[in-house]
T-cell receptor
Framework: DAKTTQPNSMESNEEEPVHLPCNHS???????IHWYRQLPSQGPEYVIH???SNVNNRMASLAIAEDRKSSTLILHRATLRDAAVYYC?????????????FGQGTILTVHP | NAGVTQTPKFQVLKTGQSMTLQCAQD?????MYWYRQDPGMGLRLIYY???????DKGEVPNGYNVSRLNKREFSLRLESAAPSQTSVYFC????????????????FGQGTRLTVV
């Protein structure tokens, strides 16, 4: 299974944009890039996903490199409620079904 | 809309005891998963069920068994608990369209915190 690499931690100030990077140099052509976040004492929560094109939703934006070897999750205006562990995962289709491979994630700290 | 429901939320077992973790989803999803999360770590896949009637091993299946009871329910059983199985267990589900070429978002339960002493 392809792996992802993320920084262990990042910090931001409230209401500033946050760019969370992820490297996935061994990604295959059918792997979707998914981002989840985990608030303290909760299960992971879906944030966004994409295949090749950049994606936007109400929570965040996902920028995918042209070669797909890296991606960046963008929180446009961080709030205190965005403090969480953010996981970049590869979600394979086909015979691998929807299995998610989680790395250690990035701990995001948001300062007031 | 309950989503994914796990029971129990907390459990303490003695070494060698057995127990079953229950998971149910009400979103008509065909695929279900069991993950474990150790302190400071990401989630690791134990077992998954791509559809009703099928189950397959994930990354760390040793010491566990699963049953896909019906489309809604997927249980995880520890036959003889060991301290190394102390962890937080998460159940998840998603819908895999026919052909499996496009994968939808996964929904996770709130977790079961298991301590084996």
């Amino acid at each position: 299974d392809a792996k992802t690499t993320q920084p262990n931690s990042m910090e931001s100030n409230e209401e500033e944009p946050v760019h969370l990077p992820c490297n996935h140099s061994t990604i295959s052509g059918t792997d979707y890039i998914h981002w989840y976040r985990q608030l303290p004492s909760q299960g992971p929560e879906y944030v966004i996903h994409g295949l090749t094109s950049n994606v936007n939703n109400r929570m965040a934006s996902l920028a995918i490199a042209e070669d797909r070897k890296s991606s960046t999750l963008i929180l446009h205006r961080a709030t205190l409620r965005d403090a969480a562990v953010y996981y970049c995962t590869l979600n394979a289709g086909g015979t691998s079904y929807g299995k998610l491979t989680f790395g250690q994630g990035t701990i995001l700290t948001v300062h007031p | 809309n309950a989503g994914v429901t796990q029971t129990p939320k907390f459990q303490v077992l003695k070494t060698g005891q057995s127990m079953t973790l229950q998971c149910a989803q009400d979103m008509n999803h065909n695929s279900m998963y069991w993950y474990r999360q150790d302190p400071g770590m990401g989630l690791r896949l134990i077992y998954y069920s791509a559809s009703e009637g099928t189950t397959d091993k994930g990354e760390v299946p040793n010491g566990y068994n699963v049953s896909r009871l019906n489309k809604r329910e997927f249980s995880l059983r520890l036959e003889s608990a060991a301290p190394s199985q102390t962890s937080v267990y998460f159940c998840a589900s998603n819908r895999i369209p026919l052909g499996g070429l496009r994968v939808t978002e996964a929904f996770f339960g709130q977790g079961t915190r298991l301590t084996v002493v």
